[in-house]
Each structure stands twice: as structure tokens, then as C-alpha cells.
């Protein structure tokens, strides 16, 4: 069973930068999955923010993120990080990754119910 764990979470200053990871806590790769990364502010829909591919390392990015976030894999590490540069207030949120066995495309990139596993998620606080 796959476990995906989120970690690197925090309150960051607008401007400021953060990086989340994914891993994998039962000792599979995460190198044959598509991830994604999605948040969900109180109150707010879930929104896909990032996602890259299984087969040819594809990525892609929410409107409102990019240029800002940049999401990569390092199999030798077996996680998938989401690199965040200039947050913004809007940017807080509990962000979770999602795992997908199987290629991933831009059409199914940012639907939740396409991927097959999910983390529990770190809070994201971006404030001064």
C-alpha cells in the first residue's frame, strides 16, 4: 500500500519561499507514479496546483502559480517536490500530493478522484 507523506509545510512571509516534499513512507518508488500537488484553503474549492508525469516527466501548473512553483522528481531520493517562490497570502493553504499509476495528461492532470493515492497534507501559511 502506498503512504504518501507531505512535509517542508510552514508560515512563511509574503515574498518568501518554500519547499514541499512528497515521499513515499513504505518503500516504493514514487518513480512510476504521476504526482500532483493540489491545496484547499478554508473555505475554499480544492485547486490543483502542480503535476508531473510518470512517462516523459511532463509538467504542469495551475494559472495562479505559475512562474512561482516548480514541482520536480529525484527518484535517487524516491520523493517529488514543489519548490514555492513568491508567496503570496492567496498561496496558504494544506497542500496535499496525489500519486496516479499510469501516464498523466494535462486534461487529467488536476482532478483529484484520477489519482489513486493521497496524502494527508502540510499547512502552507503564508502572512506577515
Known amino acids: 500500500q502506498v503512504q504518501l507523506v507531505e512535509s517542508g509545510g510552514g508560515l512563511v512571509q509574503p515574498g518568501g519561499s518554500l519547499r514541499l516534499s512528497c515521499a513515499e513512507a513504505s518503500e516504493f518508488t514514487l518513480e512510476y507514479y504521476g504526482i500532483a500537488w493540489f491545496r484547499q484553503a478554508p473555505g475554499k474549492e480544492r485547486e490543483g496546483v502542480a503535476c508531473?508525469?510518470?512517462?516523459?516527466?511532463?509538467?504542469y501548473y495551475g494559472d495562479s502559480v505559475k512562474g512561482r512553483f516548480t514541482i520536480s522528481r529525484d527518484n535517487v531520493e524516491a520523493t517529488v517536490s514543489l519548490q514555492m517562490n513568491s508567496l503570496k497570502t492567496e498561496d496558504t493553504a494544506n497542500y496535499y500530493c496525489?500519486?496516479?499509476?499510469?501516464?498523466?495528461?494535462?486534461?487529467?492532470?488536476?482532478?483529484?478522484?484520477?489519482?489513486?493515492?493521497w496524502g494527508k497534507g502540510t499547512q502552507v501559511t503564508v502572512s506577515s
Open positions: 496525489a500519486a496516479r499509476i499510469g501516464p498523466t495528461n494535462q486534461a487529467m492532470c488536476f482532478i483529484w478522484d484520477e489519482y489513486d493515492y
Open positions: 508531473i508525469s510518470s512517462s516523459d516527466e511532463r509538467v
